[in-house]
């Protein structure tokens, strides 16, 4: 590991072995296993295990989707550690995308048949609040059937700020109010960014300023409760211990314990809901909604709601932050990261390898060690990317596709809601 301590399991009844009886048996792992897998020599053994699990979940299928990613501004008032990508305003590189740009670019998904249009920034000091909302809706405009991924739960607190309706002492009523509006302009879900690690000494070292743990889960929680789906992430190997990894995890799984619970999903014995049981059913836009009417029928529906979609396990990459003296995470550790992702989140349907950040090489490996999604054609990606200074980053649908066959899996084109997509050219539907 690059970071830190290495871990040592203090229990010596665990074992491969102990945690395999467990995992075939739908539950779920504490952190104690977790401390395990993350110290176990035998990295083959733990991905195997991850393997199969996301085989009883997916089979053979490997999802992608075809989306272009959108950052409308890299100015931004924070200046993270682990940042290479904000700039001052007026410091040279320094951009923000008109509502003219930004509808250039929805015509650009539209003609590339994109399904997704996926959103992020800085924390613009300046930008009142309108201009995101008429973002969403001169791209609803121009692209009426794209669905629109956009904006980082520090992004939500953000603009709950700027529309002065953000109050600590009543924060969730300020992302309530934001996030309604924000549905109302045309968002779809929420992007997984700025979770980072939930922990207080490393955001105080690595990202003072940004929203803590708890104010990350609220936001998610309550487009929960809105029926906004979204997901989540862990960004890894700068300055957090393996121990605090494994809490971001525990954290994140008790979010969607709550999100499932409202969905009807029923806890076991100690209160978990786990999806990774043989046969478990996952949520779908479809299951949802039936549970809702039923549940408004007067039957066990549960009240519908959003949930956490997807875990994507991010590395740190060095280049251009002030952590740049930090070797970053080896392709062995991003492995076993995956791996133990898979292992410990055992209420998230899915785990993404994302290939701009791994390369696609590592993410076709990724596949075999509990991955089942990779991500898409993404086509611009400015936060952070692995090789060159070029921020054009995108990959074919042929060559996507064909990384994942020769890995030996079945490519599936999916919605941002993980519905399959039928597709002549551009023209697709669901
Ligand atoms: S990580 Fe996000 S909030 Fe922090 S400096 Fe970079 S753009 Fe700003």
Redesign the pocket.
Known sequence: MTTLDLPTATDPTISLVSIREKVLAGRRLTLEDGRFLQAAPDLWGVCALADTVRKRMHGKAAFYNINRHLNYTNI?A???SF?G??RKRGQEGAYEHSIEDIKREAQLALDSGATEMHIVG??HPYLPFEYYTDMLRAIAEVAPGLHIKAFTA?EIVHLAKIAKQYKSNDRTAGIRWVLNQLKDAGLGSLPGG?AEVFDDRVHDEA?KG?IRSDVWLDVHKVAHELGINTNATILYGHIERPEERLVHMDMLRTAQDEALARLAYAPDSTGAITLTAEGAQLPTPEMIEKNRIKGEQGGSGGSGGGYFQTITPLPFIPDSSALEHLPGPSGIENLRMLAIARLMLDNFPHVKAFWIMQTLPLAQVMLECGADDLDGTVVWYDITKVEGDSTHQETTVHDLTRAIREAGFNPIERDTLYRKVTRHGAEWHV
């Open positions: 931004c924070l200046s993270c940042c990508f904000f800085g924390l520090v700025g990202f940004k």
